[in-house]
């Protein structure tokens, strides 16, 4: 059995030192090309003044770099690891947000097809017309970008720009990934924005751009390996920039630039 992992779990690596695993490294790329340099954003010093305006995700430190690597001719992708449309929906009326009744965690908004739903049992239903508190049927506000979103955002920003989207909502049918990653192959896409579903295992030469949108969302996940998942899916995603002729490019948008996590995930530093 072969484990192949740019991001090995830290059992994996505690096996190893034990000797029940034999490890095995690459030091280098295969090719020998340069790591792609990255950039930290911190999103304290853009502050969002129109929170619901069109792709209000992308600070303007990222709208710069997506737009001068289109007009170069370069690719990107862009991982939100938030699908969806907006990540929760509040009444502004009474201060409710509205919540699974099984799990307790927030539903998200489905612009497609106007529904609210849980993605840890899947639980859903259409968005109602009025709040179920407070009955108010003015106040219900959208909160916050997923991919849905971030997609329609680009397009209204970029109305030229060729954006796909891979996320669990666009993967569905049978080969649908294959089709989104034969399109971006053949330089059909310019932007590809999706989940973690972008960030591993992916080889395209013409990538020059990679964009991290929320770099500390899974480190307020309630679980004792949302660092380890946080450095494992920054670094992950970084490796897809520059694996061609071009150098890459990657941007960290983030609210703690500090946190060990993310700053050794900037530098490469796995050990």
């Known amino acids: 059995v072969v484990l192949g992992s740019a991001t090995p779990s830290l059992e994996?690596?505690?096996n190893t030192q034990q000797g029940r695993y034999r490890l095995l490294q690459l030091n280098s790329r295969v090719t020998g090309r340069a790591l792609p340099e990255v950039e930290l954003v911190d999103l304290k010093e853009f502050p969002v003044s129109e929170p619901d305006a069109p792709a209000a995700a992308l600070s303007p430190p990222m709208r710069e770099a997506i737009e001068s690597n289109w007009q170069a001719g370069g690719q990107a992708i862009l991982l939100l690891n938030r699908r969806g449309f907006a990540t929760t929906v509040v009444c502004t009326a009474c201060g409710d947000h509205f919540r699974c009744s099984?799990?307790?965690?927030?539903l998200t908004y489905h612009g497609r097809s106007h529904s609210v739903t849980c993605h840890w049992c899947g639980q859903t239903r259409p968005l109602p017309e009025s709040c179920p508190s407070c009955r108010d049927r003015s106040g219900l506000q959208l909160v916050g970008h997923g991919t849905e979103r971030l997609e329609e955002g680009m397009l209204a920003l970029?109305?030229?720009l060729r954006v796909d989207r891979m996320?669990?909502?666009t993967t569905r049918s049978r080969s649908s990934h294959r089709r989104i990653?034969?399109?971006?192959r053949a330089g059909e896409v310019d932007v590809l924005v999706g989940t973690q579903m972008?960030?591993?295992?992916?080889d395209f030469p013409r990538v020059t751009l990679v964009g991290v949108l929320h770099a500390d969302s899974a480190l307020h996940m309630p679980d004792f390996r949302a660092s380890e998942r946080t450095f494992q899916l920054v670094s992950q995603v970084a490796g897809?920039?520059?694996r061609g002729e071009r150098p890459g490019r990657v941007l960290v948008q983030t609210w703690h630039p500090g946190h060990h996590a993310i700053r050794l995930a900037m530098a490469h530093d796995f050990e």
């Open 181 to 184: 990653l034969d399109r971006f």
């Open 158 to 160: 970029w109305p030229e």
């Open 240 to 242: 897809r920039a520059g």
């Open 198 to 202: 972008v960030a591993k295992g992916h």
């Open 102 to 106: 099984e799990c307790d965690v927030s």
């Open 167 to 169: 996320d669990a909502d």
């Open 12 to 14: 994996s690596l505690y």
